[in-house]
């Protein structure tokens, strides 16, 4: 340990080994997804909670102050029991706006045509209908009154692609976010998201 705050490390980066295979060596690194990068002058970095009883990934992104040097979970173990449970219940109220939220919200401000894909990965076409202004286009995107369902994307020109998963043959210069990014490079962060 250098003793060193996240921020003064020159490339600092963690990720999740998502896999169902657990032969093999411990550290796959093709395994890696959901890679992040580690910033801030805190001691306590805390960007999720597995629960492992539910299967479940809470994402939490907080730092916390705490000790640079001999900074072990047992020492942090008083806040994070406190401020863990506290977000998780925040974020699970649907006070906090996700990233399909987001994603919805830019597509109603800056398309015409939308598709909103399943986790079934059916495809679904929002078109933005005469006189429909962002916040109606908004609203039936989240009802889910598609035009059409089960279509297949009709991508050729450069567009918005917000993704859960990467794996589809993008145009290019199509800015793209993708949280599992498999075979599309992103151009955009969460981050960017909120801007």
Request: hydrophobic share 45%; net charge negative.
């Amino acid at each position: 340990m250098t003793a060193s705050p996240f921020n003064q490390l020159e490339r600092g980066f963690a990720g999740l080994m998502l896999r169902d295979d657990t032969s093999g060596e411990i550290f796959d690194p093709r395994t890696v997804e959901l890679k992040f990068s580690i910033e801030g002058g805190n001691g306590n970095f805390v960007p999720l909670v597995l629960d492992i009883e539910a299967s479940t990934i809470h994402w939490l992104d907080v730092q916390t102050a705490g000790a640079i040097q001999l900074n072990t979970l047992a020492g942090a173990s008083k806040s994070i029991t406190h401020f863990c449970p506290a977000l998780m219940r925040y974020f699970a109220s649907g006070t906090r706006a996700s990233m399909l939220d987001l994603g919805r919200m830019h597509a109603a401000a800056r398309s015409d045509r939308v598709y909103l894909r399943a986790p079934s990965g059916a495809c679904a076409l929002y078109t933005r209908r005469a006189g429909e202004d962002v916040v109606a286009f908004h609203h039936r995107l989240r009802s889910g009154a598609a035009d059409e369902a089960n279509v297949v994307p009709k991508l050729a020109d450069p567009a918005l692609a917000l993704l859960a998963r990467g794996d589809l043959d993008l145009p290019p210069e199509t800015a793209t976010y993708a949280l599992f990014r498999e075979r599309v490079t992103p151009t955009l962060a969460a981050s960017d998201l909120l801007t």
